[in-house]
């Protein structure tokens, strides 16, 4: 998804579930993970699944396929560039805030 694309109503709404400021929490800090490990909430597979499909299809997150395995990462400079200090935002909230 190019910047273009980008819309700041689905940017909000992708990032307004806690499950998901998790994930983009857990990927701030790597340059990619796999799903398995960007979470430690117990949740079903199929959930963590929609998760991570409402988060790309907003351009908050890319993905990389090799074989069975799907690593994503977190597309900071995408964000900053379409929404400056947005994702800087987001990652400085504390986890007890949400």
């Known amino acids: 998804m190019s910047t273009k694309e980008m819309k700041l109503t689905s940017v909000l709404h992708a990032l307004s579930d806690p499950i ?6 857990a990927l701030a800090d790597t340059p990619e993970k796999t799903c398995g ?4 909430i117990n949740v079903a597979k199929s959930t963590l699944s929609h ?9 908050i997150l890319k993905v990389r396929i090799e074989g069975k395995h799907h690593y ?10 379409q929404f400056p200090g ?5 990652l400085q909230v504390e986890k ?3």
């Not at 998901?20 to 929490?25: D, G, M, Q």
């Open 20 to 25: 998901r400021l998790e994930i983009v929490k």
């Open 37 to 40: 490990s960007c979470t430690t």
């Open 51 to 59: 998760h991570f499909k409402v988060l790309r299809e907003a351009g």
């Open 72 to 81: 994503y990462s977190l597309c900071k400079d995408e964000m900053e560039q």
């Open 86 to 90: 947005l994702i800087h935002a987001i």
């Open 96 to 98: 007890k805030q949400w």
